[in-house]
């Protein structure tokens, strides 16, 4: 088994955007001075290509990609591009998860049972007539028993409505565990926590930190908990369940979060330039084409996307 070469772990995105540099270079799509200015752009980057390196033959050939018809070829990068950041991931790059994350490694992601890709959502009904929809890049198991339902979210978010049963519904994350009490709620989970919202009735939130202690939400409440604590509870944000009708609204947001939040929906790594993360932005975008969202975006902005693969792209101020 192999390590990084700090014991501070590597974020996820950075080792999905180290694994599309490595497909991209073998296809000969790759422009190397873009990938070195990558590398240069921070510690963290270059300790993920070179924890890349040091796996030498078990990342595998990319088979004839260049040979290949487009859509094929694209098909095939993506795939193996996902099976080399999933061996990225086993080799110790992964990200931190304490004591919680026994619950859910990031190889239980990889393997589980139910996945959605970037930009793909997914409605699923559930064995007792509940009803769950699944949002981009989220990946869950279902483990519904004779004592009780759950379901355990390694990453991504879902929207849960329950039905009538005896049997406790409960929600697993890597940073504690969700009850319902009869409810419509949804749950978004990512590296550094997790997000409930709850849209009617209300649930039990357990930190896996101290699972003795629990906060009880109402509907209209939302709660973000981690591994460590649990922050206090909000007033949920307007429109919070609109990527259900597969739109993003953006009230009066920072141009960072904005774009942040169009990165779940877009393979690859998506950035904001520091000098315009703070301009202020309002609108409702469709989550079906993400650069043709960005393209609107820079056309009544003023901004530019800089494209240094087809799979890392900066947004920033249009150039004079």
């Not at 950075?14 to 296809?27: F, I, K, P, S």
């Not at 993920?48 to 095939?76: H, K, N, S, V, Y």
């Not at 009490?181 to 997000?195: A, H, I, Y």
């Not at 709660?223 to 609204?249: E, I």
């Amino acid at each position: 088994m192999f390590g990084a070469s700090s014991s501070t772990p590597i974020a996820r995105k950075v080792l999905a955007a180290a694994a599309h540099w490595h497909v991209e270079l073998q296809c000969g799509g790759a422009d190397p001075a873009a990938l070195q200015a990558w590398r240069d752009a921070s510690a963290e980057h270059e300790r993920a290509w070179e924890l890349l390196q040091r796996m030498d033959g078990q990342l595998g050939a990319i088979p004839a990609a260049l040979a290949m018809p487009a859509l094929q070829a694209a098909q095939q990068r993506r795939r193996s591009a996902a099976k080399i950041l999933a061996l990225l991931v086993a080799a110790g790059g992964g990200i931190a998860l304490g004591q919680a994350g026994l619950q859910s490694a990031p190889w239980q992601a990889w393997t589980a049972s139910l996945r959605t890709a970037p930009g793909r959502r997914r409605h699923v009904t559930l064995a007792d007539g509940g009803r769950m929809e699944m949002n981009t890049d989220s990946a869950l198991d279902v483990d519904y028993s004779a004592a009780r339902r759950r379901i355990r979210l390694h990453h991504g978010e879902i929207m849960i409505t329950t039905a009538s049963d005896a049997r406790p519904f409960l929600v697993d994350t890597p940073h504690g565990v969700i009850r319902a009490l009869g409810t419509r709620f949804g749950v978004r989970c990512d590296g550094d926590g997790s997000t409930v919202s709850v849209y009617e009735h209300a649930v039990e939130v357990r930190c896996a930190a101290r699972p003795d202690a629990v906060r009880r939400l109402q509907a209209g409440q939302q709660l973000r908990f981690s591994a460590t604590g649990t922050q206090d509870v909000q007033a949920m944000p307007a429109h919070q369940d609109s990527w259900l009708r597969g739109m993003l609204v953006a009230a009066d947001w920072p141009l960072q979060q904005l774009v942040q939040e169009l990165a779940r929906y877009r393979r690859g790594r998506l950035a904001c330039h520091a000098s315009v993360a703070r301009r202020p932005v309002t609108g409702t975008y469709r989550l079906d084409d993400i650069d043709a969202v960005l393209e609107s975006l820079c056309a009544s902005h003023g901004l530019q996307v800089t494209y240094f693969t087809r799979y890392w792209a900066t947004v920033a101020a249009r150039a004079t």
